[in-house]
């Protein structure tokens, strides 16, 4: 049964959010080592206020625990589980208790690290607290899944924008991303938008050339490998049916271009609004003509893995290439030209979306 | 009034109590039942009380069966009230739904799971033995896949699964939802046979089906037409 428990509620969690888990683990792990935790551990508690912060930090995240596996239990294939809320008690409070724990390891580790410092700064209140918050947590996690479950639950509705409107299929993908992986398409986005908005404020100061806003290019566009496997994930399932269809290159390469285009319109954007401050009009047009190509041209490398059912590790050395030929001064026109050909390459059989 | 008899002296009301019939105890009791889905879709039942025995419900595509199904199944929000066999879902709704077992048109189960995981929650959610898992296992000649992943099922092995499932434990309704389509004529000849002896049994059916051949087999209680969310027939009320 601790199996079911971890397959059907643990590792869907993790799974939905792997790059937050990703990015946290390449922050915890390679930015930061042991004695910065342990400064941070000290510096927490010898703040005033942030050993308060730490049972809301705790809090919301449990919060968000508590919400997905509420939203797990509305999908139609987890209609079954709704059997829990007639298990025994007994049985229920272990499964719940098995989930729960796997849910909140991680931060509660850090937690019960950073709580061996609270008690070496003499803070028995606010670590006290802290853990009681914790326990808490869990009498509260356990009674929100058995009042869902102990009611029929509120079904799951698709909704799409404009209805009386025909979507066109570039559309399609974004729908897509808006109704199942809102969070996915939010920190790709606030992520990049990010990162390109530092690149430009540095290269505002004056120290870096043309060459510091084509790397920052390069890393927003692998920023948008999650969605674009999504994409790939998208063909190969709900839009399968389409995929046996045939359909002329041009208009594959059309939608596709459309698609991203709308996904990548928020850089774009900000391209031509920082960008028009630091560089010339030609500058920001073939900035941002390189930004889409990059993306065309991940997704291009993508289907080709996918054909040739190579590795995808193949997409690491591939933004090491990108990346040296921009430190040797290559024009990004040359690396925008293999890209788009990469990606007019897989487009070109018509069965093949 | 001194010709005024004693019965003639007993307040009206009070009568009327009086002779009020006991309260029949339907199987199955819907009461102002209505379900909506946003502005687009409404099922208006009303009041509909089903006898013991084996149900039909008929209808287009798009009618209302599932939905009332799976309302009556205990899985999704109504307005008004079920009672089953006496059990209020609103007052009791876990003692309701271990009164129930349900299988859907188009079953849909986590697909990394296998069915031995799902009948393990079954089971522990409904009370049954091993024993009449093994014994609906060879009724509904489900073989090893039972311990392969769902993900590697056909639609007919998706169906049997959701057919074990109902009917685990005891339940006093079994709703089969189109339980007739994707599976082979064996497997629709040993269901039919398994619903006839569960009938006999004591427990009750609620149908649906697009397939005539299986479903004539059955002598039902009554049919309830819906059309467009409302019943516009009732054979057999």
């Known amino acids: ?353 | 009034m001194l010709g005024q008899t004693l019965f003639e002296l007993i307040p009206a009301h009070f009568l009327l109590l009086a002779k009020k019939p006991a309260k029949a105890h339907y199987m199955l009791e819907l009461i102002d039942f209505r379900k909506s889905y946003g502005s687009d879709f409404h099922l208006e039942i009303g009041d509909l009380n089903l006898e013991a025995g084996i149900h039909l419900i008929l209808g287009e595509n798009g009618s209302g069966k599932s939905t009332l199904l799976k309302a009556v199944a205990g899985i999704h929000p109504f307005e008004g009230e079920i009672v089953l066999s006496g059990v209020s879902i609103s007052k009791d709704p876990l003692e309701y739904r271990k009164l129930i077992g349900f299988a859907e048109a188009e079953p849909l189960f986590p697909d990394f799971l296998s069915l031995e995981d799902l009948i393990q929650v079954v089971v522990k959610a409904k009370s049954s033995s091993p024993t009449q898992v093994e014994d609906l296992k060879e009724t509904l000649k489900i073989g090893d896949f039972s311990k392969q992943a769902i993900g590697s099922y056909s639609s007919g092995m998706l169906k049997k699964s959701a057919l074990l499932l109902a009917f685990i434990g005891d339940p006093k309704l079994i709703i089969l939802d189109e339980a007739f389509t994707t599976l082979d004529v064996g497997t629709q000849q040993s269901l039919t046979r398994l619903i006839e002896r569960k009938s006999k049994e004591g427990t009750s059916f609620l149908l649906t089906s697009h397939q005539n051949e299986p479903i004539t087999a059955f002598d039902f209680s009554s049919t309830i037409s819906l059309n467009q969310g409302r019943i516009i027939e009732h054979e057999g009320a």
């Not at chain 1, 803070?123 to 918050?133: D, E, M, N, P, R």
Request: aromatic share 18%.
């Open chain 1, 1 to 353: 049964m601790k199996e079911l428990s971890t397959s059907a509620f643990v590792s869907p969690f993790y799974r939905q959010f792997l790059g937050f888990w990703v990015l946290l683990l390449v922050f915890t792990t390679v930015f930061m080592e042991y004695p910065q935790h342990v400064l941070l551990a000290e510096f927490i508690y010898r703040n005033p206020i942030l050993p308060w912060v730490l049972p809301l930090i705790f809090l919301s995240f449990s919060t968000l625990v508590l919400s997905f596996q509420k939203e797990l239990l509305r999908r139609s294939s987890y209609t079954i589980f709704h059997h829990l809320g007639l298990w025994p008690k007994a049985e229920f409070r272990s499964h719940i208790f098995q989930v729960w724990i796997s849910t909140h390891a991680f931060l509660m580790v850090y937690l019960a690290f950073l709580s061996i410092y609270g008690i070496k700064a003499q803070a028995f209140l606010t670590v006290s607290i802290l853990w009681l918050v914790i326990f808490f947590s869990f009498v509260l996690h356990l009674n929100q899944i058995k009042k869902t479950l102990s009611k029929p639950i509120k079904e799951k509705l698709f909704s799409r924008p404009f209805k009386r409107l025909t979507l066109p299929p570039f559309s399609w993908l974004m729908v897509q991303l808006k109704e199942k992986r809102p969070l996915l398409l939010l920190s790709t986005k606030g992520l990049s938008l990010i990162l390109l908005s530092g690149f430009f404020t540095s290269y505002a100061t004056g120290r870096y050339d043309i060459r510091w806003l084509l790397f920052a290019g390069l890393i927003a566009a692998y920023f948008h490998l999650p969605i674009l496997m999504e994409r790939m994930k998208m063909e190969g399932t709900s839009m399968n049916w389409f995929k046996s269809l045939p359909s002329h290159p041009w208009r594959k390469s059309r939608d596709h271009i459309l698609g991203l285009g709308l996904i990548l319109a928020p850089e774009i954007l900000m391209i031509f609004w920082r960008g028009i401050e630091v560089l010339s009009a030609f500058e920001v047009v073939y900035l941002a003509i390189y930004m889409l190509s990059l993306v065309l041209g991940l997704l291009g490398l993508l289907k080709w893995i996918r054909l040739k059912s190579f590795d995808q590790r193949i997409l690491i050395p591939a933004f090491f290439i990108v990346f040296i030929t921009i430190i040797f001064y290559f024009h990004p026109l040359y690396i925008s030209i293999v890209s788009f050909c990469l990606f007019v390459f897989m487009m070109r059989h018509a069965y093949e979306q």
